[in-house]
C-alpha cells in the first residue's frame, strides 16, 4: 500500500491503540452510527425500570454563578438552548461556506438544491397543516420540514458507488438550504414574544461582531466572548437562543492573511532555513532556531487558512460526536406504552409521519422539475429523474431538526410524544424507501 508523503505517521503506543477509533471517526458513516446508538439508547431508558430517573436527570438544576448574578437552569435547557447554539454555529459555518466557495456560490448551481429544497419545506408543512387545521397541534406545521443531514450522508455512503457524486452534492447543499429555512421558521413562526432593549444589546454585540471582522480579528477568543453575550441576550430578548448561533456564524472571517503564492515563498524560505541549521548535534528539542522556524511555519499554515474554515473543522467532530448524541438522548425518549397504536392515528402523529414520508420526496422532486422545466436550473449530469426522486424519500429523514422544532412548537406533552412517535415512523420509513431506490 502506498503511503501518503503529506501525512506523518506516529509510532507511538498510544496512537496505535487508538488509531482503530480514528479510522471508525473518520468515516462518513461514523456520526449517523453514533446519532442511532444513542436514540435508540434513549428510547430504551424511557420504556425501562430507570425511566422516571432518566426524566428526572435531565431536569437536573445547573447554575452559572457570576459575583451575586446567578443563571440557573435544568440539564434539558442548557442541552437544548446552549449546546444545540453550537451545533447551528456550525451549521451558519457552512451556510457561509456553500454561499461563498460551494454549491450555492452559483446561481445557477445553487438553482435546482434551492428549489428542491423549498419545495421540501412548503409541501410537507401543507400536508402536516391540512390534517391539523383548528386542531390543539396546528403549531407543529414546522416540524416535517427539516432533513437529517447526518443520517443522509451515512446512508448514501452506505451504499457506495450507487449514488454518483453529483447527487450526493445536490442531496448536501439541498439539506443546507433546508437548515437555513429551519432557521428562519424557528426566528419567525417559534418566538412567543420580544424585548426591545435585549434584541437592542443583541445588535450592539452583533455590531462589535462585525467591526472586528472588518478590523481583521482572526483569533476566536474575542468572538467566543461575544458570542456568549450574543447568545444571553438572544435568550432574554424572547428569540430562540441558538439563532445567536447563526448570527455569530455570519459574522466569522472568511478570508486568508496569505494568499498561496506568499505561503508557498514564504514556506520555501523557512523550510531552507530550517534544513541549514539540521546537524547530528541539534534537533527540534534543544535548538532555539529550529524551534523558532517550526513556529514560523505553524504561524504561516494558520495564516493561509480562514478562520471559518478552522472553527468548521475544528468543532465538526465536537458537533458529530458529542452534541448531536447529547441531544438525541434528551429528546429522543418517547414512553410508548400500551396506546402506541392508538397514538400513531392521532392528526399529529400521521400528519409529521405522511408529511416526511410523502411530502418530502414530492416537493423536492416536483419543484426541482419545475426549476429545470422553466429554464432557472439544469439537471447535474450522470443524475436521472428516477435518482432526484429517490434522494428525495432520503429527504424524509428528518430527524434532528424535526426533533428540535417539536420541543419549541409543541407545549402539551402528548402531542410532544405524538410529534416524536410521527418522527421515529416517518423518517424510519423514509430512509428504507430512499434506500431501496437507489440501491436499484
Known amino acids: 500500500m502506498t503511503e501518503n508523503p503529506l501525512k506523518a505517521e506516529s509510532t507511538a503506543p498510544i496512537i496505535q491503540l487508538i488509531r482503530p477509533f480514528q ?25 425501562s425500570p430507570w425511566a422516571e430517573a432518566y426524566q428526572h436527570f435531565w431536569h437536573t438544576k445547573l ?18 438552548d446552549g449546546l444545540m447554539a453550537i451545533f447551528f454555529f456550525v451549521v451558519g459555518l457552512e451556510i457561509k461556506r456553500e454561499l461563498l466557495v460551494g454549491e450555492l456560490a452559483s446561481p445557477r448551481q445553487a438553482a435546482l438544491p434551492i428549489a428542491g429544497a423549498l419545495g421540501g419545506v412548503l409541501a410537507p408543512a401543507l400536508i402536516f397543516s391540512a390534517m391539523n387545521a383548528g386542531r390543539p397541534g396546528a403549531a407543529g406545521w414546522g416540524i416535517p420540514m427539516a432533513t437529517d443531514i447526518a443520517f443522509v450522508i451515512g446512508i448514501m455512503a452506505l451504499l457506495g458507488d450507487r449514488v454518483p457524486i453529483t447527487l450526493k452534492v445536490f442531496l448536501t447543499a439541498l439539506a443546507i438550504v433546508d437548515d437555513l429555512a429551519a432557521v428562519l421558521v424557528i426566528a419567525a413562526f417559534y418566538t412567543a414574544s420580544i424585548s426591545v432593549a435585549f434584541l437592542a444589546c443583541a445588535s450592539g454585540c ?5 467591526l472586528a471582522n472588518r478590523l481583521g480579528v482572526r483569533h476566536p477568543l474575542p468572538y467566543a466572548l461575544l458570542g456568549i453575550l450574543l447568545w444571553y441576550f438572544i435568550l432574554q430578548s424572547g428569540v430562540h437562543a441558538t439563532i445567536a448561533g447563526v448570527l455569530l456564524a455570519f459574522t466569522i472571517p472568511s478570508r486568508t492573511e496569505l494568499n498561496s503564492d506568499q505561503f508557498l515563498l514564504h514556506g520555501r524560505a523557512i523550510l531552507d532555513h530550517l534544513q541549514q541549521t539540521l546537524t ?22 494558520e495564516k493561509v487558512q480562514p478562520p471559518l474554515h478552522l472553527m468548521e473543522h475544528s468543532l465538526h467532530p465536537w ?25 400513531l392515528l392521532q392528526p399529529v402523529t400521521t400528519g409529521v409521519m405522511l408529511g416526511l414520508l410523502f411530502g418530502k420526496p414530492l416537493g423536492i422532486t416536483l419543484a426541482s422539475w419545475l426549476a429545470v422545466k422553466v429554464g432557472l436550473a439544469a439537471l447535474p449530469s450522470n443524475v436521472s429523474w428516477r435518482q432526484i426522486h429517490a434522494a428525495g424519500w432520503l429527504g424524509g429523514i428528518g430527524f434532528t431538526m424535526s426533533l ?10 402528548g402531542l410532544l410524544v405524538q410529534a416524536k412517535l410521527g418522527i421515529f415512523a416517518g423518517s424510519l420509513f423514509a430512509a428504507a424507501a430512499g434506500s431501496l431506490l437507489l440501491r436499484r
Open 280 to 301: 547530528a548535534d541539534k534537533n527540534l528539542i534543544n535548538d532555539g532556531n529550529q524551534q523558532m522556524a517550526i513556529e514560523a511555519l505553524e504561524d504561516a499554515c
Open 319 to 343: 458537533v458529530t460526536f458529542l452534541i448531536m448524541p447529547v441531544f438525541a438522548l434528551a429528546n429522543a425518549g418517547v414512553t410508548f406504552g400500551g396506546d402506541a397504536f392508538e397514538k
Open 63 to 80: 447554575s452559572v454563578s457570576l459575583g451575586d448574578g446567578r443563571f440557573s437552569r435544568d440539564l434539558h435547557f442548557w442541552v437544548n
Open 23 to 47: 479510522a471508525f471517526a473518520a468515516r462518513e458513516t461514523a456520526g449517523g452510527i453514533v446519532l442511532l446508538a444513542c436514540t435508540l439508547l434513549a428510547l430504551w431508558l424511557a420504556n
Open 404 to 413: 428540535f422544532i417539536s420541543a419549541l412548537a409543541l407545549n402539551d406533552d
Open 206 to 210: 452583533l455590531v462589535l461582531l462585525l
